[in-house]
């Protein structure tokens, strides 16, 4: 499985990776929303896309807003990783077609939590 790593903090970016590709993602990275959707425009293929709140350029909700829209993008899983905790702006991002949402900070087991209720981690990564 491939993920798309979207967060303007490189640090934060290495985070997620990390983790993801311990469970065993295959990662490429964005500092913001624009430039995931770049990858996206451009053919890549990605089922799942972890996307920062709060970004230069391109915020999250405004991404994934845009992928939404594109219905060749349908099948692709959404998961905010924010530290927007406030209950109104989980209520929007899952609106706007996130299917979970993860508020920074957060451990890899919580990734992979988040992961195993969407489907998307394999039975032996659970164990």
Same mark, same amino acid.
């Given at each position: 499985?491939?993920?798309?790593?979207?967060?303007?903090?490189?640090?934060?970016?290495?985070?997620?990776?990390?983790?993801?590709?311990?469970?065993?993602?295959?990662?490429?990275?964005?500092?913001?929303?624009?430039?995931?959707?770049?990858?996206?425009?451009?053919?890549?293929?990605?089922?799942?896309?972890?996307?920062?709140?709060? %970004?230069? #350029?391109?915020?999250?909700?405004?991404?994934?807003?845009? /992928? *939404? &829209?594109?219905? @060749?993008?349908?099948?692709?899983? $959404? %998961?905010? #990783?924010?530290?927007?905790?406030?209950?109104?702006?989980? /209520? *929007? &991002?899952?609106? @706007?077609?996130?299917?979970?949402? $993860?508020?920074?900070?957060?451990?890899?087991?919580?990734?992979?939590?988040?992961?195993?209720?969407?489907?998307?981690?394999?039975?032996?990564?659970?164990?």
């Amino acid at each position: 499985m491939r993920a798309l790593v979207i967060d303007d903090s490189r640090t934060m970016r290495r985070i997620v990776s990390g983790a993801l590709e311990k469970l065993g993602f295959e990662t490429i990275q964005a500092e913001h929303g624009r430039a995931a959707l770049d990858h996206l425009e451009a053919g890549e293929r990605v089922d799942l896309c972890c996307i920062d709140w709060n %970004m230069p #350029v391109m915020d999250g909700l405004t991404f994934v807003t845009e /992928v *939404r &829209a594109n219905p @060749a993008w349908r099948a692709i899983t $959404l %998961m905010m #990783v924010t530290t927007e905790s406030e209950h109104g702006q989980i /209520v *929007r &991002a899952l609106a @706007a077609g996130a299917h979970e949402y $993860l508020i920074k900070p957060f451990t890899p087991d919580a990734i992979r939590d988040k992961l195993d209720l969407l489907g998307l981690v394999a039975l032996e990564e659970t164990a």
